[in-house]
């Protein structure tokens, strides 16, 4: 079946630890994107890659850090200089926008939820 | 600058009856593509339904409908039959062809009551 996977969905950080979220696809898509979920705000974008080893800031990139080395994987590092790192993550991926695109529709994970003791 | 706008946080009604949920966006952009999604406690998220900004014609899926006022920039979700299963956070999103994201509300909880 194809589709999105994350890895671990509870993640408990203690103060001062980088922690690194799994995110693989095997949906052939090119872009994948990493959302940051609270209560109120809706989905804010920390990262996005469009193509393998190349990757954008989002929004909220502070104190964050992704890498992509497969197409397949997109890891996001929540490191010790992110100042309020609880909250719910989820990942995404899409094939490039264009007018032939897929209906351009994101699809999603089953999430992370992140909480620092 | 890129918004999308959900003026309801939370929004309520009857098993059976129909609901609609607002969203508007800002966007200098022609060619462009809206959706719904939905969030149910399980927190996956699941396309509802989408919208080309290029097509006049409004979107259905099932029991849901889309009104898609370009002019206006307003892009409101219908929900006929209300069931059980549709309690959860929608939100509405934008992305416009040449960019490389997704633009989202910040949702309204619809709660559906018995």
């Known amino acids: 079946d194809g589709g999105i996977t994350q890895s671990p969905k509870y993640l408990f950080r203690k103060e001062g630890q980088n922690v690194t979220l799994s995110c693989e696809q095997n949906?052939?898509?090119?872009?994948m994107y990493w959302y940051r979920q609270d209560p109120g705000q809706g989905l804010r974008l920390i990262y996005y890659?469009?193509?393998?080893?190349?990757?954008q800031k989002g929004d909220i990139a502070e104190g964050y850090s992704v890498s992509r080395e497969k197409k397949e994987s997109f890891p996001l590092t929540v490191t010790s200089a992110q100042k309020n790192p609880t909250a719910f993550y989820l990942c995404?991926?899409?094939?490039?926008?264009?007018?032939?695109?897929?209906?351009?529709?994101?699809?999603f994970g089953p999430g992370t939820r992140l909480t620092v003791l | 600058a890129q918004t999308v706008t959900q003026s309801q946080p939370e929004m309520s009604v009857q098993e059976a009856e129909t609901v609609t949920l607002s969203c508007t966006y800002d966007?200098?952009?022609?060619?462009?593509?809206l959706f719904w999604y939905k969030q149910p406690p399980s927190r996956q998220m699941i396309l509802v339904i989408r919208?080309?900004?290029?097509?006049?014609q409004n979107a259905t899926e099932n029991r849901f409908s889309v009104n898609f006022q370009k002019a206006a920039k307003s892009f409101s979700l219908k929900i006929s039959d209300s069931q059980l299963g549709d309690a959860a956070m929608y939100f509405c999103?934008?992305?416009?062809?040449?960019?490389?994201?997704?633009?989202f509300g910040t949702g309204t909880s619809l709660t559906v009551i018995p």
């Open positions: 966007t200098s952009e022609s060619d462009y593509y």
């Open positions: 995404a991926s899409s094939t490039l926008p264009g007018r032939h695109s897929s209906y351009n529709e994101q699809f």
């Open positions: 890659s469009q193509i393998v080893n190349d990757f």
């Open positions: 949906l052939n898509h090119d872009a």
């Open positions: 919208q080309e900004a290029y097509k006049q």
């Open positions: 999103a934008y992305m416009y062809l040449t960019g490389n994201q997704f633009y």
